[in-house]
C-alpha cells in the first residue's frame, strides 16, 4: 500500500514553492546603477567683452608705453579717477621701465600684447613663445607682479595657440568689443564719437597711447562716458564681475530646437590691435 503521508508531504512542499515563486509585489532585486557625472563646463579663457550687471566698462591702451604721450595719459586717468588697462609691447617696456612702474603703482593693470608686435597666427610656437615670455619678464622687471592677460597684435590668434598659452603662462586672452579705428587717425571727435556710440556695460574698449589724436580725444570722451553713468574698472576686474546671462523668454523658446551658441566672433583684426 503507497504511502499517503509521504506523498501528501511531497504535495504540500511543492505547493509552497510555487506559491512563493508566484506571490506578487516582491520586485525582483536590481544593482544599483551608477550615474556617468556629467563633464565639467569649460571655463572662457577669451573676452571681447563681459555680461555685468552694471554699468561697468574696461578702457585698453595698446602698443605703449609711450614717452610723450602714455605720461599725458597718465596725468588724465590720474584727474578723473580712473584706473585703465594697458597692453604693452614688451621691447617699449624695456626702453621706458618707469613709465610702466609708474602704470602699474597708481593703480592700473599691466598685461602682455607681445614683445614686437608679430602675427601670432602665422608664428611657430617657439617663436610665439619667445614673444610672450621676453615680455613677461620685462612686465616683471619694471613692476615686481607677472601679468595675467594677454592680447594677440591684430587680434591674431589660433584656438590652439589660445590653449597653450593659457595652460603655460594662466593668461586669459583678452580681445575688444569697441574699436574706434583710431589707428587710422580719424581725428581726435571722430574718436571720441566712434566709442561713445559703441560702448555697452561690459564692454572692453580698445584705443591706442601711441597716437596724438587718440590722447587728444580722451577728455571728451572720459567726461561723456562718466555723463552716462559708465564706471570704469581694468579687465580683471571687469571679468570678476561677469554674471551668466538670462536668455529671453522667447529666446529660450527658440533655444530648444536651435543648435548651441557658437563663440563670439573675433573683431576685425586692427594694424595696430
Known amino acids: 500500500m503507497p504511502d499517503y503521508r509521504l506523498l501528501l508531504a511531497c504535495g504540500a512542499t511543492f505547493i509552497s514553492t510555487f506559491a512563493l515563486r508566484a506571490e506578487p509585489g516582491v520586485p525582483p532585486v536590481q544593482a544599483p546603477v551608477e550615474k556617468t557625472p556629467a563633464p565639467a ?8 567683452s563681459v555680461h555685468v550687471n552694471g554699468p561697468y566698462i574696461a578702457m585698453t591702451f595698446d602698443d605703449g608705453p609711450s614717452a610723450v604721450l602714455t605720461p599725458k595719459l597718465l596725468d588724465l586717468l590720474a584727474a578723473h579717477h580712473i584706473k585703465a588697462t594697458f597692453f604693452v609691447i614688451g621691447e617699449n617696456v624695456a626702453e621706458h621701465p618707469e613709465i610702466v612702474a609708474r602704470a602699474a603703482r597708481e593703480g592700473h593693470e599691466i598685461a602682455n600684447h607681445s614683445w614686437s608686435h608679430p602675427n601670432f597666427g602665422k608664428m611657430s610656437q617657439e617663436s610665439v613663445r619667445s614673444q610672450v615670455q621676453r615680455t613677461d619678464d620685462a612686465i616683471k622687471s619694471a613692476t615686481g607682479k607677472r601679468p595675467t592677460l594677454l592680447r594677440p597684435p591684430y587680434g591674431s590668434i589660433t584656438e590652439r595657440e589660445k590653449r597653450w598659452i593659457h595652460d603655460e603662462f594662466g593668461y586669459d586672452i583678452i580681445l575688444w568689443d569697441v574699436d574706434p579705428l583710431d589707428w587710422k587717425r580719424p581725428g581726435p571727435a571722430v574718436v571720441r564719437n566712434r566709442i561713445l556710440k559703441e560702448t555697452r556695460p561690459g564692454s572692453i574698449v580698445l584705443s591706442h597711447d601711441i597716437h596724438p589724436g587718440t590722447i587728444e580725444a580722451m ?16 579687465v580683471s576686474e571687469l571679468i570678476d564681475m561677469a554674471t551668466p546671462e538670462t536668455p529671453h523668454p522667447k529666446a529660450q523658446t527658440a533655444e530648444k530646437t536651435a543648435a548651441k551658441a557658437a563663440p563670439s566672433p573675433k573683431p576685425a583684426a586692427s594694424p595696430n590691435g
Open 41 to 48: 563646463r569649460e571655463s572662457a579663457i577669451t573676452f571681447n
Open 219 to 234: 577728455p571728451s570722451t572720459f567726461n561723456e562716458l562718466e555723463a552716462k553713468g559708465f564706471k570704469f574698472v581694468t
